[in-house]
């Protein structure tokens, strides 16, 4: 969160959490507490989202907040402009009441009557917004600074519980924007596996658990029909469907009718003593209603294999022992000797490293642990730096291309690829087909089968492929500007077919040994979580983006080498969750002169002139987009080539992808990122 926006005072308060006593009996006599965000100057949590919003917006230079809302949002909105000293707008409709209207008109705000509904009332205040460029549009719940807001919510729970996390945090629903906000909160506390979210809505009101019906696919309600009008949208924000197909944590729906909300309001101001309206009602009468023991009940029974120390096993012992550092809120059981450092458990910073994910590289990481739970994990770069883009300028074009090799060196040929695309580029010459296609079937096979400790046994077979074709099993500098260093060699193409034909049969054995093993499963599946939008925010190519759900392969997006010619699917997965996805022309005759073969030497030893220019060229590389930007001053050598390695973007999300999990699984995604560090490095 940008800290620039609490250089002010907050405009929400703290409210306090207290314990049910009441609300025992209806859950086993579990401990059930409440977040009295009645306490808010404007009787709402709404605040905190919105206010915080309507500071950034003054921060970024707009002198008007313009909002549509009839209940707690326009209120909101109305006493945080109030507070920051700017004029307000509040687009109401018919149906708002004329106590509200005048609420917000004492806390200076102007109030325009619009529509009869909540989206005639927000397409009206866009118009007004438009009209000003000073003026900001405050959504009334879909935007990240308002989740941001709702998010401190759950600070305050952990810091009131002593980090003791809770089962379960229950809510109504509207627009999703609250459930957004406990989402990033509960997430930022290393929550997520074990307090899950149970989203209340209304029969009439339940756009949510439609959507969540449908898998997470957003279900518009054209036509609501509850009292409860607080809850009453058409459809949710796409980040809580976002974050319930993430599952980080478990967002829970159930529903109940307006007539249970209305008991619940009731029964409420019996046991504690003060009213609360119908939107709170909603979450309330999960409890009398039996909806929250049964979760509680049944979470038991599931989580028995994932068994944690909770605070009541403390209690139940005479050992002196502490479950997390005081500095962390953590504290327990009252039975701690805080003197007695032996029982004090501190964050652990340890050395992961140097290994080697690949054949040779160098990996270190740098974690923070919290037990075994891994608080940060920083990947330092560059044990295996030789300099090799500076190296390139001393080089002709020939001498250059055996770099390419040192780079991925698992997938050789495709780096040769790339840089003899984009010299055939900067030359205006084209391949011959045979050459494209031979360049084509090289450059994919060798590497994008690597990974599989399984087809080790396929992999020989085929790196005597590349040996028979190149001469080398490494290092081979087959492909070259202009075509390949050869042709194939005669019966090669026959022994190819034949290894083909019999691969389809070892792929469903691979199938049946390990992707479908119960263990192998376990130790993958919700493990390492990287969402379709974090995919792209982290520069993701290749089979990390395609994993996410996102199709894109450029050899269908921007064809090379003949790929137009080929009809071929590009596989994705339904959404990238986790770590558990399969990592499934002849050469012109040498004339016999003597004049052409002291030609010859003397282009091969002062190389040939390329003209000036610049172009960036890409290939899709066995680990993703492998990129090279080539500039030539017109000289033999070139003045810049600029390397895009796929790895160092995945390498980078590292720290996103294992934060929170088992140090055990960080082994298993950085199997996932297949870094090899001669491309990451360079």
Request: with cysteine; glycine share 8%.
């Amino acid at each position: 969160m940008d800290s620039s926006l609490y250089e002010i005072d907050p405009i929400y308060v703290r409210t306090p959490l207290i314990e049910s006593i009441e609300f025992k009996k209806y859950c086993s006599s579990r401990q059930v507490y409440l977040k009295l965000e009645n306490c808010q100057p404007t009787g709402s949590v709404k605040l905190r989202g919105l206010s915080l919003l309507c500071k950034k917006a003054i921060e970024e230079g707009y002198k008007e907040i313009v909002c549509a809302s009839g209940n707690n949002a326009g209120l909101s909105v109305a006493y945080a402009c109030n507070k920051l000293g700017v004029s307000c707008t509040v687009v109401v409709n018919r149906k708002s009441s004329n106590k509200t209207c005048d609420t917000i008109r004492s806390l200076g705000a102007t109030v325009h009557v619009y529509g009869d509904d909540w989206e005639e009332s927000i397409e009206q205040a866009k118009k007004l917004a438009s009209q000003s460029r000073t003026a900001f549009l405050v959504h009334s719940y879909d935007h990240s600074t308002i989740w941001e807001g709702h998010s401190t919510l759950v600070d305050e729970i952990a810091a009131d519980l002593k980090g003791i996390a809770p089962s379960l945090i229950v809510t109504s629903c509207g627009g999703g924007g609250l459930i957004s906000g406990l989402v990033q909160g509960i997430r930022r506390h290393f929550w997520d596996k074990r307090t899950k979210i149970l989203a209340m809505e209304t029969e009439g009101t339940h756009s949510l658990n439609l959507s969540i019906q449908e898998g997470g696919r957003s279900v518009r309600m054209e036509k609501k029909s509850s009292i409860v009008d607080s809850l009453a949208m058409n459809e949710v924000c796409d980040q809580v469907l976002r974050n319930f197909k993430e599952n980080r944590p478990s967002i829970l729906s159930r529903l109940v009718t307006d007539q249970d909300a209305i008991e619940a309001c009731l029964r409420f101001a019996d046991d504690h003593h003060f009213l609360v309206d119908l939107g709170c009602a909603t979450s309330i009468s999960s409890v009398y209603k039996g909806i929250v023991d049964r979760i509680l009940t049944n979470n038991e029974e599931e989580s028995a294999s994932k068994w944690y120390p909770d605070y009541k096993y403390f209690e139940g012992t005479d050992k002196k022992v502490k479950f997390i550092e005081e500095e962390l809120d953590g504290t327990i059981s009252p039975n701690v000797n805080v003197a007695v450092p032996l029982t004090r458990y501190r964050n652990v910073v340890i050395n992961f490293g140097p290994q080697h994910p690949a054949a040779h590289g160098v990996l270190r990481l740098i974690l923070e642990l919290r037990g075994e739970y891994v608080v940060r994990a920083d990947p330092h770069i560059g044990l295996l730096h030789r300099g090799t883009e500076k190296l390139m300028e001393y080089k002709t074009y020939t001498q250059a291309l055996p770099y390419m090799d040192r780079l991925d060196y698992v997938s050789m040929m495709a780096n040769e690829q790339c840089y003899s695309l984009a010299l055939e580029k900067l030359l205006n010459i084209r391949a011959p087909k045979r050459a494209q296609y031979i360049r084509g079937c090289g450059a994919l096979d060798i590497g994008a089968l690597t990974p599989f400790f399984w087809l080790f046994e396929e992999r020989e077979k085929l790196m005597e492929f590349y040996e028979r074709v190149s001469g080398a099993r490494m290092h081979a500098a087959y492909v070259r500007p202009g075509g390949v260093s050869q042709d194939l060699p005669i019966g090669l193409m026959d022994d190819i077919y034949q290894w083909a034909n019999n691969f389809v049969q070892r792929i469903d054995e691979i199938e049946d040994l390990l992707t479908e093993n119960r263990i192998w499963k376990s130790r993958t599946i919700d493990i390492g979580v990287v969402s379709a939008e974090d995919a792209l925010n982290f520069g993701f190519s290749g089979v990390m983006l395609r994993g996410s759900g996102i199709k894109w392969d450029l050899r269908k997006t921007q064809p090379y080498d003949s790929y137009e010619d080929f009809d071929f699917d590009i596989p994705i997965g339904e959404i990238k969750v986790d770590d558990n996805k399969i990592v499934p022309p002849k050469r012109a005759e040498m004339k016999s002169s003597m004049e052409a073969l002291i030609h010859h030497f003397k282009l091969f030893t002062e190389g040939y002139q390329v003209p000036a220019g610049s172009t960036y060229t890409a290939v899709e590389a066995p680990k993703g987009e492998f990129g090279l930007y080539m500039v030539s001053d017109g000289s033999s050598r070139p003045y810049r080539c600029k390397i895009k390695a796929p790895g160092f973007a995945h390498l980078a999300a590292l720290d996103h992808i294992g934060r929170g999990l088992f140090l055990a699984d960080i082994v298993a995604i950085i199997g996932t990122l297949d870094v090899v560090f001669g491309e990451v490095d360079r």
